[in-house]
């Protein structure tokens, strides 16, 4: 079955940095796009990063563009997310995302806590 497995969330400064990865299974990685979210306290979860399936287009949301970086290594089947500058803002449970021909999967997500 399809597994989404995120690690690397943590405790940072203002400023500082985080690597978050997603170990995929359970489906043909490299012929899809990979998504990272959030979600923070009392608010919706949004989309944070896009990567294509293999990794020359890459999307961001205006709130983290120019400071996180979504890559992908598609021998390893895994997805990860360098964020740096981060900011309290950047507060949230982050979510690995996949969109297959069988549906819509996530991971079980990881935190990340930015303090002032």
């Known amino acids: 079955q399809v597994q989404l497995v995120e690690s690397g969330g943590g405790l940072v400064h203002s400023g500082g940095s985080l690597r978050l990865s997603c170990a995929a299974s359970?489906?043909?990685?490299?012929?899809?796009?990979m998504y990272w979210h959030r979600q923070a306290p009392g608010k919706e979860r949004e989309f944070v990063a896009k990567?294509?399936?293999?990794?020359?287009?890459?999307d961001y949301a205006g709130s983290v563009r120019g400071r996180f970086t979504i890559s992908r290594d598609n021998a390893e089947n895994t997805v990860s997310l360098q964020m740096d500058s981060l900011r309290p803002e950047d507060t949230a449970v982050y979510y690995c995302?996949?969109?297959?021909?069988?549906?819509?999967?996530w991971g079980q997500g990881t935190q990340v806590t930015v303090s002032s």
């Open positions: 359970g489906f043909t990685f490299g012929n899809y796009p």
């Open positions: 990567i294509s399936s293999r990794g020359g287009t890459t």
């Open positions: 995302h996949a969109q297959i021909w069988s549906g819509n999967y």
